[in-house]
């Protein structure tokens, strides 16, 4: 098995208000070599696969700054340091940007975003039989447009370039693991 690299130093090159660009000083353990290593250090996010009662996804759609164009993403967010956990979290970005809540929460994975260069992780929720208690309220410079589809879509959408988002597919794979564990498939409901 490799060793874990030794911690050496951290010197700080860059911080803004979602991220800390930071050089990391290590050693190997196998070899003694050194070296720097760029890790953007930022808090965890979350993602949630809302369902409503009636087989529909809770998606928004939203201009993204990186790739330039508008994108189709389910809701999902930061974890604030105000929340409770990663669940209230959860709870919180889904009735923000949708307006959305559900009283039947389930954490369905976590993954690392990008371990090469994010010392991050996301943790992806589904709550099911969600329904719209309020208009969306979303913080700072979001711009969202609600977009409800029929779950058996969410493939097509997936397949054809419409969801492109890397974090978003690998909680629609969260999802589709969680139903092959309940012997359903993503497409039923869980509570019928």
Not at 101 to 128: E, K, M, Y
Request: hydrophobic share 35%; glycine share 6%; charged share 25%.
């Amino acid at each position: 098995m490799i060793k874990h690299w030794r911690h050496i130093s951290t010197r700080t090159l860059a911080e803004t208000p979602i991220f800390t660009l930071n050089a990391h000083r290590r050693s190997s353990q196998e070899t003694g070599r050194q070296g720097d290593f760029y890790v953007l250090d930022a808090g965890d996010w979350v993602n949630v696969v809302a369902v409503t009662r009636d087989d529909r996804i809770v998606l928004v759609e939203q201009y993204r700054h990186g790739v330039r164009r508008t994108t189709l993403e389910i809701p999902g967010g930061m974890i604030d340091a105000s929340d409770e956990s990663p669940e209230h979290a959860a709870r919180r970005e889904l009735l923000e940007e949708t307006g959305f809540a559900s009283d039947n929460w389930r954490c369905i994975g976590i993954v690392d975003p990008n371990p090469a260069i994010q010392s991050n992780r996301c943790h992806t929720f589904l709550a099911l039989d969600s329904e719209q208690v309020s208009e969306p309220a979303p913080d700072g410079n979001e711009e969202l447009r609600l977009v409800l589809e029929p779950v058996s879509s969410v493939r097509t959408l997936a397949a054809e370039g419409r969801i492109e988002h890397a974090l978003v597919v690998a909680a629609l794979y969260w999802w589709e693991l969680s139903a092959d564990e309940r012997g359903s498939t993503p497409v039923r409901r869980s509570n019928p």
